[in-house]
Structures are given as structure tokens and as C-alpha cells.
């Protein structure tokens, strides 16, 4: 009979769902015909893989050729499916054994001579490959992604000649055979290190806070005090991440078209858009759903410089992703969920001159430039720090202390976010308000305490939780197992917006 069926994957967001290729070769006039849901990309398929066959030395079956591509419900596109077609083609018309595709996936693009191109977005189905214990052929240069996930039943094709031999067992491939070599990072003390920072102590202080317990941080004050600096300088104070999360954040990037080198493989990510960026390229989306710089950013960094010149309607879009840790795109041919639990670092000036003390803005003014963030907005950020000028004689001082450097920080923020990991198995950011309740310890006195100041400051509900979780992480980070007052005085201590736009209520 002539039919085969050959393994493949579509690409689905950061699912890799399971495609079956159909070929059936049958007596009639010469035609070849794909169905199943392709798209334009997926039907021009037919031509590269006809030449591709044909200049590769093998025979096109001069029959009527039916592709299906099942399920039939699910959109195909891209080049990915070249490869599938032209082994069942040649599996059906008898050139290659058709049982030597069992238990085998086949992924990538034809060129017309017959070599076989790299895909886009093969991490998440290498994953499922390896769930499923199948053997698995991708293009040689998608080498770099196979060997994040080290997967050893994967074989690496470049042309469909070398690989009608190895399935005729004529020819060896090269095979994924080594461990991947990202185990122990290379860790550069020099780079971006806290000690470069001239002052800022409290902000400083912030940082370490905001890198312990995972919170989010707002950085407030006049252009060249160094929020920026400091901002770039959370990188060194975070841990690297674990196997699981390094794979998570490397499929996300895949299916962007971009990849991770092994040697960053452990490292968190940190993106920084400009203000100019569409809501599209911050959250995803497009025709063709595809991951936002906060998907993107997943368990590392998003940091937004100058966050009050970004469009206000695309700052709320970011309420959400922040409370749920994930952001649903939905379209009309699809639906994905992309993950998005990242640390939000932003920084702005206090005025429209720059600084809140310059005569050239009145009150008023200055009170319509931060109504460009939403209070709901500004509510997300568990830290707002007022970063000053330097005073007089700072950046010539000899005689101030050595500072701490972002090694020495570093080792305390390890500490801090084992405490919390092994008390409650997830960061202070992340705890709900049962959990907080359990962990904080809080005195009946000191919750009263805090929503007097709650109160006094016209804060909402929300600000009471983070208010708890970030003192909670203060305690952390001293080694004291009870949220006291003084824990919750410093956290209140972090909330220079608040006291800014009470100040200028005022005037």
C-alpha cells in the first residue's frame, strides 16, 4: 500500500503539539495535494520539496500525491514541515524502508538543491521529543538548541541524501553525544559590580531588598544620579537559575527566533525596550502570536527607563502579566499562554525639568507629568526610591568607606531567598494573603500601626500586603524569624512616590 505516516511538531506558542504527515500516492494524472489547515508558507512546501527530491538524485512518483497533515484543526505554518513531506513521499514510493521511521520526528526546511535548513522555535519540541522518548532529526544548525536540553537520541541532518543513507543504514549521522558544557558558569566579580556606585546608599539598600525578596522596584529622581546604573547593577545580586527555569526561559526565547549560547544558558534575562516600543512588542501578539519583551524577561529583569515617557495605555497593559505571572494572547486563529513572571525595575525623572526643586515647573505641572502613571500602575511597585543628588564633595572624597561590593551583597541575597524558599517554597513577592499571614508573624500592634500609616498615606489594600512582604523580607535578609515594627517603618521608608505626590497635594 502506498501510504506512510511521519512524525513531526507544530509550533503552538511554547507547546510543540504532535503532527502526523499522511502520504498516499495513488494512480491518476500527475497532482500533488496538501491539506490539513496550511497556511501560505506551509502550501509553497509542495515546490521546494519536488526540487528538493529531484536534485537530490531521488525519483518524484509520477502519481496523484494527497499530504494531509493532521490534526486537521490545528494552523500549520512555516518551512518545518519540508522534511516530513519528503520522507513520506519517498517512504511511500518505496526509496527509503518505511519502517525505519518508526519512533521517529523529523524536523526542517528543504533548499532546492536538497539540503536541509535550520527552523525557528525547535526548543519546545525537542522538550517533547525527549517526553516521548522518540528519535528525533533536525537541521545541523540547530545544533545549539539541542544541546541546551541534551537530549542523545537526536541526530543532525544537512542534507537529504546523508540522511535517505543513515535511514537505509548506509551512512552514520553526527549525534548529540556530549554533555552540554554549561554546568559551571564563568563568574566575573569586575562587571557591573554595586561598588562603581558613588553614594546612594539607601537605594542601594533598596536594590539588595528588591533582588531578596523579588519585588518589584521604581527608582525616582533628577537625570544623572545613577538609576540607570544602579538599575543594571540588580544582575550580579540575582541567583542563577535552576535547570527547569533556564529551560523555560530558553523555549519562550526560541519560539522568538532568537537563541540562548550555552555559556548564558543559567543566567537571567534582562531587557530593556525603549520608550517608543508598541504594546504589541511589549506584551506579544501579531498575526502570528510571538512572546513581548515581558515574556522575554521571564524570571529575570524587565527594566523601563524613563517609564513615564512610555504611552500610559500601554503601561496598564502590564497590570495584569505582573499579578498573574502569565499573559493570554488570543486571536482569532489561536489562543496561547505565554509566561511572564518578571521583576519590574523602572526609573523616572520627578518632573518634566528633571528635578521636582526646579522653579521652571510649578506644582500643577509637575502633578499632570506623574499622572502619565496610573495610580493602579504605580500601586505594582512594592519599592518607590527616591534616588537625590550627590551632595557637595561626594565624587572627590577620599575618605569615605570602602563600598560593599555586588559580590558581598550577592552572598546575603542567597541567604535571604533560601530562608524563604525553604519556609514557604516561593519568594516574599509571590506570597498570598494567607501565606503572608502564616510567615509574617506580624504583632496586632504593628498591623495596626501599618494601616494607620496605610491610612495616613492614602494607600490601597494592595500596598498593605506588599508593605508586609517587603518587611517580611527585611527580616529575612537580618536572619529574624518575626516581622517587627522597625521592619515595618523601613519598608514605609521606601515609599518615595507617595510622599512626593503628598507633598506637591500641598502646595
Known amino acids: 500500500m502506498a501510504i506512510a505516516c511521519v512524525m513531526t511538531r507544530a ?24 491539506v490539513g489547515l496550511p497556511e501560505t508558507s506551509v502550501r509553497e512546501a509542495k515546490e521546494r520539496v519536488r526540487s528538493a527530491l529531484i536534485n537530490a538524485g531521488f525519483e518524484f512518483p509520477q502519481k496523484r500525491i ?17 522534511l516530513p513531506i519528503a520522507i513520506g513521499i519517498l517512504a511511500a514510493s518505496g526509496q527509503i524502508p518505511i519502517q525505519s521511521i518508526n519512533q521517529c520526528e523529523f524536523i526542517g526546511e528543504l533548499a532546492l538543491s536538497g539540503q536541509i535548513r535550520p527552523c525557528s522555535g525547535l526548543l519546545p519540541a525537542i522538550i517533547a521529543v525527549k517526553d516521548d522518548q522518540h528519535t528525533l532529526f533536525i537541521p545541523l544548525e540547530n545544533r545549539h538548541e539541542a544541546e541546551l536540553v541534551g537530549y542523545r537520541d537526536t541526530f543532525f541532518v544537512a542534507h537529504l541524501q546523508n540522511l535517505s543513507a543513515f535511514l537505509q543504514g548506509q551512512a552514520q549521522l553526527p549525534q548529540l553525544d556530549t554533555t552540554p558544557q554549561w554546568i559551571e558558569p564563568e563568574i ?8 562603581e556606585v558613588i553614594g546612594q ?44 527555569e533556564a529551560i523555560e526561559v530558553a523555549a519562550i526565547h526560541s519560539v522568538a527566533g532568537m537563541h540562548i549560547k550555552p555559556q548564558h544558558f543559567l543566567e537571567r534575562p534582562f531587557r530593556s525596550p525603549h520608550h517608543t516600543c508598541s504594546n504589541i512588542s511589549l506584551i506579544g501578539g501579531g498575526a502570528h502570536p510571538k512572546p513581548g519583551e515581558i515574556s522575554l524577561s521571564h524570571r529575570g529583569v524587565l527594566f ?13 497593559c502590564l497590570r495584569e502579566p505582573i499579578e498573574s505571572g502569565e499573559i493570554i494572547i488570543s486571536r482569532a486563529a489561536a489562543k496561547l499562554t505565554f509566561q511572564c513572571r518578571f521583576q519590574l525595575i523602572a526609573a523616572m525623572n520627578p518632573s518634566p525639568c528633571g528635578d521636582a526643586d526646579d522653579a521652571r515647573a510649578t506644582p500643577d505641572q509637575i502633578l499632570r507629568y506623574l499622572s502619565r502613571l496610573s495610580g493602579p500602575f504605580i500601586d505594582r511597585f512594592d519599592l518607590t526610591i527616591d534616588v537625590p543628588k550627590l551632595p557637595a564633595g561626594a565624587l572627590t572624597s577620599t575618605h569615605a568607606q570602602q563600598p560593599e561590593t555586588s559580590f558581598e551583597v550577592a552572598k546575603r541575597v542567597a541567604q535571604a531567598r533560601t530562608i524563604q524558599l525553604q519556609r514557604q517554597g516561593v519568594l516574599n513577592s509571590e506570597l498570598g494573603p494567607k501565606q503572608l499571614e ?60 507617595d510622599k512626593l505626590l503628598s507633598r506637591l497635594s500641598r502646595h
Open 11 to 34: 509550533s503552538s506558542g511554547v507547546e510543540a503539539p504532535k503532527v502526523i504527515v499522511e502520504v498516499h500516492l495513488s494512480n491518476g494524472l500527475p497532482a500533488f495535494s496538501l
Open 66 to 82: 494527497t499530504v494531509n497533515l493532521a490534526p486537521a484543526d490545528l494552523p500549520k505554518q512555516g518551512g518545518r514541515y519540508d
Open 188 to 195: 566575573d566579580e569586575a562587571t557591573l559590580c554595586l561598588s
Open 201 to 244: 546608599y539607601q537605594a542601594k539598600q533598596g536594590l539588595e531588598i528588591a533582588a531578596a525578596g523579588g519585588h518589584n522596584l521604581l527608582f525616582i529622581g533628577p537625570p544623572g544620579t545613577g538609576k540607570s546604573m544602579l538599575a543594571n547593577r540588580i544582575m550580579p545580586l540575582l541567583p542563577k537559575l535552576t535547570y527547569e
Open 304 to 316: 523601563l527607563d524613563e517609564v513615564a515617557e512610555f504611552p500610559r495605555k500601554i503601561l496598564d
Open 438 to 497: 502564616q510567615v509574617s508573624l506580624i504583632s496586632m500592634d504593628d498591623l495596626q500601626f501599618l494601616e494607620q500609616s496605610i491610612t495616613a498615606l492614602g494607600l490601597s489594600v494592595r500596598s498593605f500586603h506588599r508593605l508586609q512582604r517587603v518587611a517580611r523580607t527585611i527580616a529575612d535578609l537580618h536572619g529574624e524569624t518575626k516581622t517587627t515594627k522597625a521592619h515595618l517603618a523601613q519598608a514605609l521608608g521606601y515609599r518615595a512616590m
